[in-house]
């Protein structure tokens, strides 16, 4: 199927694989940590001009949105006992959540946008206590705020 008819069928779809490209981070958490890939910064606004490198930056610094890759197995759970919290784990692998601007262990990794264009893709590993909230699939794929397109 391509991409066209990908869209046709489900937008969400199409706009997760932009704002979430598929990639191997490269790390396995540990214990109690969540690894998770932090929303990609569009580049370019909609009206077709790129924007400046600090402006992406910038951006970057205040992203707070992210989907969970993978789970430490002591993650949502007793350290002491293993057993899983009475309220069950707050998140799991695909689910989108908020995360702290701050904290956390961050890194990027390139990521081939076309044969002209490479950009970063950033991962971060937090304590599965700092993972904020949940987020709805459709507000955490919303870029209808942001100032830049596709």
Same mark, same amino acid.
């Given at each position: 199927?391509?991409?066209?008819?990908?869209?046709?069928?489900?937008?969400?779809?199409?706009?997760?694989?932009?704002?979430?490209?598929?990639?191997?981070?490269?790390?396995?958490?540990?214990?109690?940590?969540?690894?998770?890939?932090?929303?990609?910064?569009?580049?370019?606004?909609?009206?077709?001009?790129?924007?400046?490198?600090?402006?992406?930056?910038?951006?970057?610094?205040?992203?707070?949105?992210?989907?969970?890759?993978?789970?430490?197995?002591?993650?949502?759970?007793?350290?002491?006992?293993?057993?899983?919290?009475?309220?069950?784990?707050?998140?799991?692998?695909?689910?989108?959540?908020?995360?702290?601007?701050?904290? %956390?262990?961050?890194?990027? =990794?390139?990521?081939?946008? +076309? !044969? /002209?264009?490479?950009?970063? *893709?950033?991962?971060?590993?937090?304590?599965?206590?700092?993972?904020? %909230?949940?987020?709805?699939? =459709?507000?955490?794929?919303? +870029? !209808? /705020?942001?100032?830049?397109? *596709?």
């Amino acid at each position: 199927m391509s991409m066209v008819e990908n869209a046709a069928l489900d937008p969400l779809t199409v706009k997760e694989t932009v704002l979430f490209p598929k990639m191997d981070p490269g790390i396995t958490p540990f214990g109690s940590r969540v690894l998770v890939q932090v929303r990609r910064v569009r580049t370019r606004r909609k009206s077709g001009l790129y924007m400046t490198k600090d402006a992406t930056d910038t951006q970057m610094d205040n992203t707070c949105v992210a989907k969970v890759i993978a789970i430490g197995p002591l993650g949502y759970k007793n350290r002491n006992t293993m057993e899983t919290w009475a309220e069950g784990g707050w998140c799991e692998a695909g689910e989108y959540v908020f995360v702290p601007k701050y904290g %956390g262990l961050r890194w990027e =990794k390139s990521y081939k946008v +076309d !044969d /002209d264009y490479i950009d970063k *893709v950033q991962f971060a590993i937090f304590d599965d206590l700092n993972i904020t %909230g949940g987020i709805e699939p =459709k507000t955490a794929l919303n +870029d !209808d /705020d942001e100032p830049v397109g *596709v």
